[in-house]
């Protein structure tokens, strides 16, 4: 796949995650994919899928804002907004993510970082400073 037909797949999948269509969103990831949070580990699609689902929040929203790309891997940063379900705070956030794609174009590992993290992101992207 080019670098523009993924971030037209990773552009496809926040727009389903943010409506709530948790099933095409997880069309991007691998069976076996592997997803690392900050608080995490989750193994294969449908751990994914069920991790998607907003349980303490409510109208999610997650835009990409940057793609940038070091051979499979692609880092993405993007701007995060809802509301706590039981506390109605509102949240407005930025992290970072690396997806990894294989060869047929779909992600096989997904690592977060939280946005003061970008260096550590980066270098595990193995992208520049």
Request: hydrophobic share 40%; glycine share 6%.
């Amino acid at each position: 796949m080019s670098e523009q037909e993924i971030i037209v797949s990773l552009q496809r999948a926040y727009a389903a995650m943010s409506r709530g269509d948790f099933d095409t969103a997880v069309e991007i990831a691998d069976p076996d994919i592997t997803v690392v949070t900050p608080l995490s580990t989750l193994r294969g699609a449908d751990e994914f899928r069920a991790w998607m689902e907003p349980t303490t929040i409510e109208n999610p929203s997650i835009e990409p804002e940057s793609f940038e790309f070091a051979g499979n891997d692609v880092l993405v940063r993007h701007h995060a907004r809802g509301r706590g379900v039981a506390s109605g705070i509102r949240i407005d956030a930025r992290f970072w993510t690396i997806w990894t794609f294989n060869e047929a174009g779909l992600a096989t590992r997904v690592v977060g970082f939280r946005d003061d993290e970008e260096s550590k992101a980066r270098r595990a992207a193995g992208l520049s400073e």
